[in-house]
């Protein structure tokens, strides 16, 4: 059986009974990844929860943060009030401050993405690097690089980013530095194990005979050979990163409350959860199962799609 | 076989070793623990006196070389805030957080074979594909919510559960024990449940990623031809093979689920480490801090050094890459 690898740079003309249909890989994939429904929602889900978090000043119904827009009197509102100065209807109820949940649901949305995707490009973007080195020099650079991998895979990730946070403090800098401290080694040891197999192909004994310099090499030559895997392990980090930020806030260590996540907001309504009102915990909770679940399930389709052994 | 558990033994010292320097210098870059202990009204003089009785004064070099002078002893320093040593502090603490893990453990496992090996014997009906849609969103729920949303249904709005604390306990050789009493088998109950869910969708994926793989294999159509029953088949030569993952990966899942029980811990006020950890964080308890994450990573060194040696005993190809190693 041929890896996927080999068959990035063929162009295949498949003959059909209409006549000859242009095949690329990326064809293959878009097929591939297409044969599920579920995959297809989670995708469409996907870009909404995309579009919401990114347009949320122009979208949601008030900007939470701005406090002439927030009546304290309205607090804690079940969902389907209505503003007593306008009659703007709370769909979402509001929370302890009077702010509408809607919209503090947007802007949640909006950080926490954000803080997923930042520190998903750039433990990806370190983490890359650092396989890479390994897999091409091998020998001591490999043996140490790896051992620091092991040792850190063996720690819990919620342990060290929460070590990290209490030393750290809060921030959303801060919290980025945790979330990439813990993931980089996750990428590392996928991209080694995909580029310890590249490295021993010809292509890349043709590149070093050509004396191309090392970096060229590792960037142009063996990186792109090793993506496959490298996406569907970016995916499911990236969920990860975002659950991850949700428990530290939700713990009072990740995001400070001037820029509430959907964790903060999920830990502000606790407080209000046992006199009944779920509404303050419930709907954040939901936003954030949305977000989680359709970048797992695009992770899943995927991995199906992408997976060498399971080609069909 | 005897030269692969030494190597690996002087490996756990040396990265012990190492973990002490990283948190105990790690920690006391966090802010000033002084500021928040003494009195507000506190002069310079009385300000330097409560710096010299905890020993803050010393070059951190110095206060390195004394805290592991009384490591080595078995003291891991006082509480700040409460001023008992901190290592009994923990140790107290951790039945508590042990009985919950296991308990969760013992969930994943009776739960998640079981609906794993349906789903694999049957990947395209109705019935296995609800269970692998449950596991894709056993992963994806934020746990902290599910354990908010269960204290809302089960103790708010029918009061079926209790929601908070350990309930009544049975002392068992100087260990409390919740799981002995109907009252504290309750209160386990829903922040088990929570600590399970995860790794119950995780021993689903795993259970019936074996299944597919092992009902393809050579020794079931054996097993079949010699006229077994299926049941036969599946319950005792399959279930023996796919349990090998399961098992190691549990065994890994063991460390992680202790550290998660920080959070449940703090859902459902529930007295273990994790929830000692989090109030000490919040008030800069330094020595507390230390002394957790000592015991941490000795509980986490030790877990991987059993699972490794586990595992060579049951696959023996691991076994002679450790001796040749």
Redesign the interface.
């Known amino acids: 059986m041929t890896g996927l690898v080999k068959e990035i740079p063929l162009v295949e003309v498949l003959a059909t009974e209409e006549g000859a249909v242009v095949e690329t890989p990326f064809h293959r994939f878009l097929s591939g990844y297409c044969e599920s429904n579920i995959a297809i929602g989670a995708f469409f889900g996907f870009l909404l929860v995309l579009f919401l978090a990114i347009a949320c000043p122009w979208i949601s119904p008030t900007n939470p943060y701005d406090l002439m827009q927030v009546d304290i009197m309205e607090n804690r509102l079940p969902p389907g009030s209505a503003r007593y100065s306008d009659g703007m209807v709370y769909w979402l109820g509001t929370d302890g401050q009077g702010r509408d949940m809607l919209s503090a649901i947007f802007y949640g949305l909006r950080t926490s993405l954000f803080v997923g995707a930042m520190s998903g490009i750039i433990a990806l973007f370190l983490g890359t690097t650092v396989g890479l080195i390994a897999a091409y020099f091998g020998g001591r650079v490999d043996t140490v690089i790896m051992r620091i991998v092991d040792?850190q895979l063996?720690?819990?990730t919620?342990?060290v980013a929460?070590?990290l946070l209490?030393?750290l403090?809060q921030g959303v800098d801060k919290i980025i530095i945790a979330l990439v401290t813990v993931q980089w080694a996750y990428y590392a040891r996928t991209i080694r194990s995909q580029a310890l197999i590249e490295r021993r192909r010809e292509y890349i004994e043709a590149a070093q005979c050509l004396a191309l310099g090392h970096c060229r090499i590792l960037f142009r030559h063996l990186l792109p050979n090793c993506m496959p895997p490298l996406i569907v392990v970016g995916t499911v980090q990236v969920?990860h990163a975002i659950?991850l930020e949700?428990?530290l806030s939700?713990?009072?260590?990740g995001l400070p409350p001037t820029e509430p996540s959907l964790?903060l907001l999920?830990a502000n309504?606790?407080d209000y959860?046992?006199s009944?009102r779920?509404w303050i915990?419930?709907y954040p909770?939901v936003a954030?199962?949305i977000a989680?679940?359709t970048i797992?399930?695009m992770g899943?389709q995927l991995r199906d799609v992408l997976n060498p052994r399971l080609q069909r | 076989m005897t030269i692969y558990v030494i190597r690996r033994l002087l490996q756990a010292v040396l990265v012990i070793f190492i973990m002490t320097v990283i948190v105990f210098f790690g920690v006391n870059v966090i802010g000033n623990p002084i500021d928040i202990l003494v009195d507000p009204d506190c002069d310079q003089a009385c300000f330097a006196a409560a710096e010299k009785a905890l020993g803050l004064d010393l070059p951190i070099i110095e206060q390195y070389f004394v805290f592991l002078n009384n490591a080595l002893e078995g003291n891991l320093g006082n509480s700040f805030v409460i001023g008992v040593p901190a290592l009994p502090l923990i140790v107290e603490r951790m039945p508590a957080t042990l009985e919950l893990a296991l308990c969760a453990m013992i969930m994943a496992i009776f739960l998640g074979v079981p609906l794993g090996m349906w789903a694999g014997l049957r990947p395209d009906s109705i019935s296995g594909k609800i269970i692998m849609g449950g596991s894709i969103l056993g992963f994806s729920l934020p746990s902290f919510w599910v354990g908010l949303m269960m204290i809302m249904i089960f103790a708010v709005e029918f009061g079926w559960l209790p929601s908070t604390g350990r309930g009544e306990t049975v002392t068992v050789g100087g260990i409390r024990l919740s799981f002995l009493t109907l009252d504290g088998l309750s209160h386990m109950l829903l922040p088990a449940i929570n600590l399970a869910l995860y790794k119950i969708s995780l021993v689903i994926r795993l259970t019936r990623a074996g299944m597919r793989e092992a009902m393809h294999q050579d020794y079931v159509k054996f097993a079949r031809a010699k006229g077994l029953s299926t049941s036969r088949v599946i319950l005792v030569h399959v279930m023996r093979n796919i349990m090998i993952p399961v098992v190691t990966i549990l065994g890994l899942e063991l460390g992680n689920v202790i550290a998660f029980a920080v959070v449940t811990e703090t859902i459902f006020s529930w007295p273990g480490m994790g929830k000692l950890i989090i109030d000490s964080i919040q008030v800069l308890d330094r020595p507390v801090i230390v002394a957790y994450l000592m015991i941490t990573v000795f509980m986490f060194i030790f877990i991987n050094l059993v699972v490794d040696l586990m595992y060579s005993v049951i696959d023996p190809r691991v076994r002679l890459q450790g001796i040749k190693a």
């Open positions: 040792l063996s720690f819990p919620i342990l929460l070590i209490a030393i403090g969920a659950a949700a428990t939700f713990l009072g260590l964790g999920i309504g606790f959860m046992l009944g779920y915990s419930f909770g954030l199962l989680i679940a797992n399930l899943d």
